[in-house]
Structure formats: structure tokens, C-alpha cells
């Protein structure tokens, strides 16, 4: 898997030095031609998995940008009303995932959405404790995180 992503580099490099120019948008073009290539021989080299993976990870990070920008837009209204009348707690998230990486990450996006933060996961790696700036619904809090962020890492990382 991790040597596709270097031919794919080395393609992108070989198209820059083809075409003259290292500028970012030409090799990130050439990276493009060479996912392409590497789609079009994916039967010889076996990189179907390579790209479905590329594919899933790109879902993910277009749910980061959507989840960043709803979270935002939520977190500069509950700022702009006259009153606040807001619920911060913390909750508890039961893991579906027990790999390190995976669970860092999901801390890090949740961290990084507007109105929550990962305060701590459980020594046994089961849970993640989750501060939040209003909770109404924490089922459906946990229920957007499970179907959002962590299936959407479980797909992008197997």
C-alpha cells in the first residue's frame, strides 16, 4: 500500500521534471495523472485498494470541512444570542475502534471542530471523555460521531 503512494509521488516528480516546472499545483496535477495511471494498469499492479483508499480518505477529510463549518456556524450563534442558554457538559464516547492512530485521530478531529474538545481517552482504550459547549442530545451526539468521524476513519485506515 505505502509503496503505491511512493510510485505515485515518483510519477508526480517525473511529470514535474517532464513538464519543468516543481510548482505545487503542477505536482499536485501530476500526483492526479499519476493516481490515473495507476488506475488504468490496476489490474497488472493491484492498485484498486490504493485508490480506494485515496477515495475514502478524501471523504473523510470533505466530512471534516462540513462537520468544521456546521460546528462553526452553530458555535457563532449560541455567541450571538443575547443570552446564552447553552448546556456544556462532558459525555462519555464508547470506541468502536482499539488502534491507536485511529483513536488519535478521532480525539484530533473532535478537538478540532468548534464546541468540543477530547479531554482524555480511558486507560483501556475504550472510551473518550468529550467536553462539549451544548449538549441537548448526547445520544445524538454520540450517534453523529459513531456514523460520522469514527466510520469514516475505520473505512479510510482498513
Same mark, same amino acid.
Given at each position: 500500500?505505502?509503496?503505491?503512494?511512493? %510510485?505515485?509521488?515518483?510519477?508526480?516528480? %517525473?511529470?514535474?521534471?517532464?513538464?519543468?516546472?516543481?510548482?505545487?499545483?503542477?505536482?499536485?496535477?501530476?500526483?492526479?495523472?499519476?493516481?490515473?495511471?495507476?488506475?488504468?494498469?490496476?489490474?497488472?499492479?493491484?492498485?484498486?485498494?490504493?485508490?480506494?483508499?485515496?477515495?475514502?480518505?478524501?471523504?473523510?477529510?470533505?466530512?471534516?470541512l462540513y462537520e468544521l463549518v456546521l460546528s462553526a456556524v452553530k458555535v457563532a450563534r449560541i455567541a450571538m444570542?443575547?443570552?446564552?442558554?447553552?448546556?456544556?457538559?462532558?459525555?462519555?464516547?464508547?470506541?468502536?475502534?482499539?488502534?491507536?492512530?485511529?483513536?488519535?485521530?478521532?480525539?484530533?478531529? %473532535?478537538?478540532?471542530?468548534?464546541?468540543?474538545?477530547?479531554?482524555?481517552?480511558?486507560?483501556?482504550?475504550?472510551?473518550?471523555?468529550?467536553?462539549?459547549?451544548?449538549?441537548?442530545?448526547?445520544?445524538?451526539?454520540?450517534?453523529?460521531?459513531?456514523?460520522?468521524?469514527?466510520?469514516?476513519?475505520?473505512?479510510?485506515?482498513?
Amino acid at each position: 500500500m505505502s509503496s503505491l503512494f511512493l %510510485i505515485n509521488i515518483l510519477l508526480a516528480l %517525473i511529470w514535474g521534471a517532464i513538464s519543468g516546472s516543481f510548482s505545487e499545483l503542477n505536482l499536485i496535477f501530476g500526483f492526479v495523472l499519476g493516481m490515473i495511471a495507476l488506475f488504468l494498469i490496476r489490474e497488472q499492479v493491484g492498485t484498486l485498494s490504493y485508490l480506494t483508499r485515496a477515495t475514502r480518505v478524501v471523504s473523510l477529510i470533505w466530512l471534516f470541512l462540513y462537520e468544521l463549518v456546521l460546528s462553526a456556524v452553530k458555535v457563532a450563534r449560541i455567541a450571538m444570542r443575547p443570552k446564552l442558554d447553552i448546556k456544556p457538559g462532558f459525555f462519555v464516547y464508547e470506541l468502536k475502534t482499539d488502534r491507536d492512530f485511529e483513536i488519535s485521530l478521532l480525539a484530533n478531529l %473532535i478537538t478540532l471542530t468548534p464546541g468540543t474538545l477530547s479531554v482524555d481517552v480511558s486507560d483501556d482504550k475504550t472510551k473518550l471523555y468529550i467536553h462539549a459547549i451544548d449538549i441537548d442530545d448526547v445520544e445524538a451526539m454520540r450517534a453523529d460521531i459513531e456514523e460520522g468521524f469514527e466510520r469514516k476513519i475505520m473505512e479510510a485506515m482498513r
